[in-house]
């Protein structure tokens, strides 16, 4: 090897110093997503374990009977599960129209100038602390709307008013995400339609909401998965902080998955010394998590499957 | 420039009734015998807001031509050319002076709904935009909007038969349009266009995105298309506009009064062959020779 041949190797080798820096770098990165995933096993994991404890202590015929009353060791999973299912469908009947079209109006009717001044609006009500839509649900959604409107004679608390206040909650989400999904279909798109003779609302049905179906798909399951989640609203507008019967009645008190869990965490309903009361927190922890879970896994396939069509 | 003079409104207005409204039947009687123009352009001016994009354009566009519109990018080519079928109406800043005549009636006159415009000139974009969709609901879209109560898989097959994609795409017709060839998706969408049945069809550049092989199928095509269609074509290539074309609009860009943007002029409109064999313009002759700079 020649002297200069030998001087260009050691120039190309570069700097070890500035290797091992990249070295190190690189394994604080690691650390850093390995404790998110470790983190994320452990709850997943002291759940799980938990739960099973729980089932194990209470027997599994015991989990459908006669409602939820953890006071009393009546662990009626469906009574709370059709409580989450009856606000969540309340919900979104109020928050996929609501949203979808809010998005419509905002990605293909409103001109710049509006939808500058509408999207701040959305941003405000998504900003609501929603213990304030708690308050508001049964102050002032139930009188002039639920039992007005829906039920006659409905308790001062009742899971119309939580699903409906649930419905506001989840609204701007919805609307955001989906009229993301739509202002990125492309412009090049609506001029085909339009070249053709299509009218704006042709245009917007039959070209624009199909090609952004996932994304419109994808903002509804959010929004559901939002709704499943939501505690405060029902908490406060739901009504049951102690038990429930198994019912599906809208217009009386009921108990979601997620209202039972904070009344038996923060010992509303005077459990805090019983074990498999606390110990039905985590289980129900548990259906919670899975139930939001196999939600994303759905709308995951759901996006994959439209794509793959066209 | 003989000024023709402005007919009553008949198909295009808002109120036609659109059952009686058969397509073929809606074009004028007399353009077939006549020598009158399908698109008179009276000293035309385009503005993007305080922008002139472009002035005083004036030519005739005549029936069962082509007619191509050339010059270097940003002249304004594409602005003109989507003034023909009020494409610019969707953009918010544009307006226009002057007057265009479609079979003497005043394309931008206040009771003239654009959708009824755009039923009758077609339009076939720069970049393929084929929707999302099958091959046959591309073909059936613009007729299904429109109403059409005949034999749809008729219609799709004289479509795409007429944009030379037929044997192509005969035995895949459920597929997406999306999954064809950036050759054949053009030709889709000229298929989409002529389904319509319109009376002219507006090309912007159809061939920019095209290999040539592509193109010369799209060039073939328009000689076909020329028997049933008035076309009008944009294109930057100029071997293109004289293969192609019957009429030729040469644009140039000048710096405009403010000195702060260009404006795009007509130099000249002409028979093409005398165009690139006899331009009576310098800056024509410059360009077509390719000493343009
Ligand atoms: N939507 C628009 N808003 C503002 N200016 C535009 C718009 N479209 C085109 N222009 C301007 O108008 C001029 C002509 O553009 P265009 O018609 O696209 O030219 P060409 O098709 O000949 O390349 C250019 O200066 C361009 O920047
Ligand atoms: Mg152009």
């Given at each position: 090897?020649s002297n200069a041949?030998?001087?260009?190797?050691?120039?190309?080798?570069?700097s070890?110093?500035?290797?091992?820096?990249?070295?190190?770098?690189?394994?604080?990165?690691?650390?850093?997503?390995?404790?998110?995933?470790?983190?994320?096993?452990?709850?997943?994991l002291?759940?799980?374990?938990?739960?099973?404890?729980?089932?194990?202590?209470?027997?599994?015929?015991d989990?459908?009977?006669?409602?939820?009353?953890?006071?009393r060791?009546?662990?009626?999973?469906?009574t709370?599960l059709?409580?989450?299912?009856?606000?969540?469908?309340?919900?979104?009947?109020?928050?996929a129209?609501?949203?979808?079209?809010?998005?419509?109006?905002?990605?293909?009717?409103?001109?710049?100038?509006?939808?500058?001044?509408?999207?701040?609006?959305?941003?405000i009500i998504?900003?609501?602390?929603?213990?304030?839509?708690?308050?508001?649900?049964?102050?002032?959604?139930?009188?002039?709307?639920?039992?007005?409107?829906?039920?006659?004679?409905?308790?001062?608390?009742?899971?119309?008013?939580?699903?409906?206040?649930?419905g506001?909650?989840?609204?701007?989400?919805?609307?955001?995400?989906?009229?993301?999904?739509m202002?990125?279909?492309?412009?090049?798109?609506?001029?085909?339609?339009?070249?053709?003779?299509?009218?704006?609302?042709?245009?917007?049905?039959?070209i624009?909401?199909?090609?952004?179906?996932?994304?419109?798909?994808?903002?509804?399951?959010?929004?559901?998965?939002?709704?499943?989640?939501?505690?405060?609203?029902?908490a406060?507008?739901?009504?049951?902080?102690?038990?429930s019967?198994?019912?599906?009645?809208?217009?009386?008190?009921?108990?979601?998955?997620?209202?039972?869990?904070?009344?038996?965490?923060?010992?509303?309903?005077?459990?805090?010394?019983?074990?498999?009361?606390?110990?039905?927190?985590?289980?129900?922890?548990?259906?919670?998590?899975?139930?939001?879970?196999?939600?994303?896994?759905?709308s995951?396939?759901?996006?994959?499957?439209?794509?793959?069509?066209? | 420039?003989?000024?023709?003079?402005?007919?009553?409104l008949?198909?295009?207005?808002?109120?036609?009734?659109?059952?009686?409204?058969e397509?073929?039947?809606?074009?004028?009687?007399?353009?077939?015998?006549?020598?009158?123009?399908?698109f008179?352009?009276?000293?035309?001016?385009?503005?993007?807001?305080?922008?002139?994009?472009?002035?005083?354009?004036?030519?005739?566009?005549?029936?069962?031509?082509?007619?191509?519109?050339?010059?270097?990018?940003?002249?304004?080519?594409?602005?003109?050319?989507?003034?023909?079928?009020?494409?610019?109406d969707?953009?918010?800043?544009?307006?226009?002076?002057?007057?265009?005549?479609?079979?003497?009636?005043?394309?931008?006159?206040?009771?003239?709904?654009?959708?009824?415009?755009?039923?009758?000139?077609?339009?076939?974009?720069?970049?393929?935009?084929?929707?999302?969709?099958?091959?046959?609901?591309?073909?059936?879209?613009?007729?299904?909007?429109?109403?059409?109560?005949?034999?749809?898989?008729?219609?799709?097959?004289?479509?795409?038969?007429?944009?030379?994609?037929?044997?192509?795409?005969?035995?895949r017709?459920?597929?997406?349009?999306?999954?064809?060839?950036?050759?054949?998706?053009?030709?889709?969408?000229i298929?989409?266009?002529?389904?319509?049945?319109?009376?002219?069809?507006?090309?912007?550049?159809?061939?920019?995105?095209?290999?040539?092989?592509?193109?010369?199928?799209?060039?073939?095509l328009?000689?076909?298309l020329?028997?049933?269609?008035?076309?009008?074509?944009?294109?930057?290539?100029?071997?293109?506009?004289?293969?192609?074309?019957?009429m030729?609009?040469?644009?140039?860009?000048?710096v405009?009064?403010?000195?702060?943007?260009r404006?795009?002029v007509?130099?000249?409109?002409d028979?093409?062959e005398?165009?690139?064999?006899?331009?009576?313009?310098?800056?024509?002759?410059?360009?077509?020779?390719?000493?343009?700079?």
């Amino acid at each position: 090897m020649s002297n200069a041949a030998g001087g260009l190797l050691l120039e190309l080798e570069g700097s070890p110093a500035r290797r091992r820096k990249e070295r190190i770098v690189r394994g604080i990165f690691f650390a850093l997503a390995a404790m998110s995933v470790v983190i994320s096993a452990t709850i997943v994991l002291a759940l799980i374990q938990e739960a099973v404890q729980f089932v194990g202590a209470i027997g599994v015929g015991d989990l459908w009977q006669r409602g939820w009353f953890p006071r009393r060791g009546i662990f009626d999973v469906r009574t709370i599960l059709v409580g989450t299912l009856v606000v969540t469908g309340i919900g979104m009947l109020v928050a996929a129209p609501l949203g979808l079209g809010a998005a419509v109006y905002l990605s293909e009717y409103a001109r710049p100038r509006i939808r500058k001044l509408l999207k701040p609006i959305l941003e405000i009500i998504a900003g609501i602390p929603s213990i304030v839509l708690g308050v508001f649900a049964f102050s002032w959604i139930n009188p002039q709307i639920v039992d007005r409107f829906l039920c006659g004679d409905a308790s001062f608390f009742n899971l119309g008013a939580a699903g409906v206040g649930v419905g506001v909650l989840v609204t701007p989400l919805v609307a955001s995400i989906a009229e993301d999904a739509m202002r990125a279909v492309p412009m090049s798109l609506r001029e085909g339609a339009y070249g053709l003779g299509a009218r704006k609302r042709s245009t917007t049905v039959k070209i624009v909401f199909p090609a952004a179906i996932s994304g419109i798909v994808a903002a509804v399951i959010v929004g559901m998965s939002r709704a499943i989640g939501e505690t405060m609203v029902v908490a406060l507008a739901g009504g049951a902080t102690g038990g429930s019967l198994f019912s599906a009645d809208y217009c009386q008190p009921g108990q979601t998955m997620t209202g039972a869990m904070a009344a038996l965490a923060i010992g509303g309903d005077q459990v805090k010394g019983d074990v498999s009361a606390f110990q039905s927190l985590y289980f129900v922890g548990l259906v919670l998590f899975l139930l939001t879970l196999g939600l994303n896994v759905l709308s995951g396939r759901i996006v994959r499957r439209v794509r793959k069509k066209y | 420039m003989k000024r023709v003079q402005a007919k009553p409104l008949g198909t295009l207005s808002r109120r036609t009734n659109r059952a009686t409204d058969e397509k073929v039947e809606s074009r004028p009687q007399e353009q077939k015998t006549s020598e009158e123009a399908v698109f008179d352009v009276q000293d035309l001016s385009v503005f993007y807001g305080d922008f002139r994009a472009v002035r005083n354009v004036t030519l005739a566009v005549s029936q069962r031509n082509i007619t191509a519109l050339i010059g270097p990018s940003g002249c304004g080519k594409t602005t003109v050319l989507r003034c023909f079928n009020r494409m610019n109406d969707l953009v918010d800043t544009a307006r226009i002076e002057g007057n265009i005549l479609y079979h003497g009636v005043d394309l931008y006159e206040s009771r003239v709904d654009p959708v009824e415009v755009r039923r009758r000139v077609g339009m076939v974009f720069q970049k393929p935009n084929p929707f999302p969709k099958s091959i046959y609901d591309n073909v059936s879209f613009g007729p299904k909007i429109a109403g059409f109560k005949g034999s749809m898989d008729d219609l799709v097959e004289e479509a795409l038969t007429k944009a030379a994609l037929w044997d192509e795409v005969k035995s895949r017709l459920k597929e997406s349009g999306m999954s064809l060839s950036g050759g054949q998706q053009q030709r889709l969408c000229i298929a989409r266009a002529i389904a319509v049945q319109p009376d002219v069809i507006l090309m912007d550049e159809p061939c920019s995105a095209l290999d040539p092989i592509a193109t010369g199928h799209i060039e073939d095509l328009m000689q076909d298309l020329k028997n049933d269609y008035t076309i009008i074509i944009v294109t930057h290539n100029m071997q293109q506009a004289a293969r192609v074309s019957d009429m030729t609009a040469f644009f140039t860009a000048e710096v405009n009064e403010k000195q702060d943007r260009r404006t795009g002029v007509l130099v000249e409109f002409d028979h093409t062959e005398r165009m690139f064999t006899n331009p009576s313009d310098e800056r024509t002759e410059n360009y077509v020779t390719g000493r343009f700079g």
